[in-house]
């Protein structure tokens, strides 16, 4: 984790962004997941999709700004590496490739700053508090893996980025979230999943009900929905 003070910082940088009219409208239409892509095309940044080896994503700042970003990765992952690159921007950071994310205590400083932004512009508390109220879940209910799990659909992060945003928000104790970690999601798809249904590991499974008729969810083609 970062210092106090620069975490407070990234924070703030990263409420700026959010109170952008056109992110705020799309909230305000339904949306449930703040999209990374839209705020990098407002801020005039070229935003390429590849097919990638090793690498999640990377931040150019050269003749132009641009984003590139590993169309093979699973769609939490592939929002929380264009929220972290769009970091490196908002913080004045340079030209930088990464191939992880959650980086941990003693990485580099741009690093932490750019996770931390990351965390703060797609798992904001008052959208963690909006889909809570909507779902009729508590915070009682994120210690079910189920329901962290479609917490992160719902907000556009891997199940694991969704356990510790719920750390970072003072919602999870450090050991929960270590055993809630450890669960791997591939076994909560197949709890929720019919009997006999089959699916790669980039695809999702989505429990869509009554308290979902408000929010506009954005499933990827190949996911599968229990209703």
């Given at each position: 984790?970062?210092?106090?003070?620069?975490?407070?910082?990234?924070?703030?940088?990263?409420?700026?962004?959010?109170?952008?009219?056109?992110?705020?409208?799309?909230?305000?239409?339904?949306?449930?997941?703040?999209?990374?892509?839209?705020?990098?095309?407002?801020?005039?940044?070229?935003?390429?999709?590849?097919?990638?080896?090793?690498?999640?994503?990377?931040?150019?700042?050269?003749?132009?700004?641009?984003?590139?970003?590993?169309?093979?990765?699973?769609?939490?992952?592939?929002?929380?590496?264009?929220?972290?690159?769009?970091?490196?921007?908002?913080?004045?950071?340079?030209?930088?490739?990464?191939?992880?994310?959650?980086?941990?205590?003693?990485?580099?400083?741009?690093?932490?700053?750019?996770?931390?932004?990351?965390?703060?512009?797609?798992?904001?508390?008052?959208?963690?508090?909006?889909?809570?109220?909507?779902?009729?879940w508590n915070w009682n209910s994120v210690r079910d893996p189920a329901t962290i799990y479609q917490l992160s659909?719902?907000?556009?992060?891997?199940?694991?980025?969704?356990?510790?945003?719920?750390?970072?928000?003072?919602?999870?104790?450090?050991?929960?979230?270590?055993?809630?970690?450890?669960?791997?999601?591939?076994?909560?798809?197949?709890?929720?999943?019919?009997?006999?249904?089959?699916?790669?590991?980039?695809?999702?499974?989505?429990?869509?009900?009554?308290?979902?008729?408000?929010?506009?969810?954005?499933?990827?083609?190949?996911?599968?929905?229990?209703?």
């Open positions: 984790m970062i210092a106090r003070g620069a975490a407070l910082k990234v924070a703030r940088i990263a409420a700026e962004v959010l109170a952008n009219p056109h992110t705020r409208a799309r909230l305000a239409d339904g949306y449930t997941r703040v999209d990374p892509i839209a705020i990098a095309e407002d801020q005039g940044i070229n935003v390429l999709v590849r097919p990638l080896d090793k690498l999640l994503g990377a931040f150019l700042r050269e003749d132009s700004v641009g984003i590139l970003l590993n169309q093979l990765r699973p769609a939490g992952m592939f929002h929380m590496t264009c929220a972290h690159e769009l970091g490196h921007f908002f913080l004045g950071h340079g030209s930088n490739t990464d191939d992880q994310l959650d980086y941990r205590s003693g990485a580099n400083e741009i690093e932490l700053e750019a996770d931390q932004f990351a965390y703060s512009l797609m798992a904001p508390l008052a959208l963690v508090v909006k889909v809570l109220k909507a779902q009729h659909l719902r907000l556009g992060l891997s199940y694991s980025a969704m356990v510790w945003s719920l750390v970072r928000l003072g919602k999870l104790d450090g050991a929960t979230a270590k055993s809630l970690a450890r669960i791997a999601p591939a076994n909560i798809k197949r709890a929720l999943a019919p009997q006999s249904s089959a699916f790669e590991a980039n695809q999702d499974v989505w429990r869509i009900g009554p308290n979902d008729k408000e929010s506009i969810l954005e499933p990827r083609p190949d996911d599968h929905i229990v209703l």
